[in-house]
Nanobody, 113 residues
Framework: VQLQASGGGSVQPGGSLRLACAAS????????IGWFRQTPGKQREGVSC?????????YYSDSVRGRFTISGDTAGNTVYLQMNSLKPEDTALYYC??????WGQGTLVTVSS
């Protein structure tokens, strides 16, 4: 089981990034996949998740709802997190997670002017 997150980078406030979580060793369509973020000194936060196994229902934390969109590409076995209207407080290490407890490595997002 491997989850490879990519797409992080540095952007100015108001900018956009798209994170990708490529899975190997299993089919994303059988699981729920989420994005979490971690900032030093702060609690880990669950940002968004998508239920790939059934109705593709989604969840967003209050802090990102309306700005972030999660989606899944079953053919590519990849889950995406489109992040728009980024704010400095979105700066964090973002992880994709299979919600059975498997974590990928993080990708760093920095929002700064």
């Amino acid at each position: 089981v491997q989850l490879q997150a990519s797409g992080g980078g540095s952007v100015q406030p108001g900018g956009s990034l798209r994170l990708a979580c490529a899975a190997s060793g299993f089919s994303l369509s059988d699981y729920s996949i989420g994005w979490f973020r971690q900032t030093p000194g702060k609690q880990r936060e669950g940002v968004s998740c998508v239920s790939m196994a059934d109705d593709h229902s989604t969840y967003y934390s209050d802090s990102v709802r309306g700005r972030f969109t999660i989606s899944g590409d079953t053919a590519g076995n990849t889950v995406y997190l489109q992040m728009n209207s980024l704010k400095p407080e979105d700066t964090a290490l973002y992880y994709c997670v299979r919600l059975t407890g498997d974590w990928g490595q993080g990708t760093l997002v920095t929002v700064s002017s």
